[in-house]
């Protein structure tokens, strides 16, 4: 999957001369955490976060009264608070490559790129909706982990055994073992009860770490 299939589409854009007051305000009628900061002919110049403009409202010149204080504040410009050395992604980035990409950065979004234009922006949330649907958690049936042997074959065995009793994986995704002879794989499956999908794939894995109805 590409990270064109995640983001949000033409996300919420606004310019360097914003006031930070007006940002925030941007930020809670849409509901959003971050947005990307565009120049006059539409180039991408930053990306300022709900954090940065937290901490520059949070001014520390104690010695002015409210009334200046909330004065400055309102004068205050997102250029002068946003950050200008944006991390981008395009669009036909595989979702993991992002995802590692905002981990290494400790970055929660980023903007993606057609050339030199903003179409979209990926952000922790949409990979949390990924991880959902990977898991298949809207979905009912039983959730399975096994310790899978480092074999080839070994998962079509596993997937033939269900398949062949009537059971459908709705859901499957693999893991780093406990070394490198195996693996775990985490799969949801519907249409067999614990006993009978347990009894399965029991003979054809190492173990079975967790079996759940959800």
Known sequence: MN?????????????????????QAVMRREKIHRIPVLDKSGKLIGIVTASDLIHASASPATSLDIYELHYLISKLKVETVMTKKVVTVTEDLPIEEAARIMADNNISGL??????????II??????????????ARHTGIRLTVLLPE??????????????LGGNIISLATFDGEDPTNSY????????????????????????VDVREN
């Open 3 to 23: 990270v064109s299939l995640c983001m949000t589409k033409n996300p919420v854009t606004i310019g360097p001369d914003m006031s930070v007051p007006d940002a």
């Open 151 to 164: 074999k080839r074959g070994e998962l079509a065995a596993v997937a033939g055994a269900i398949s062949s």
């Open 123 to 136: 952000t922790e949330s949409d990979l949390f909706k990924l991880f959902i649907e990977l898991f298949g």
């Open 111 to 120: 903007p993606v790129m057609r050339g030199d234009v903003v179409v979209g």
């Open 185 to 208: 794989c985490t799969m949801k499956v519907e249409g067999l009860n614990r006993k009978e999908l347990v009894d399965a794939v029991s003979p054809l894995v190492d173990r079975v």
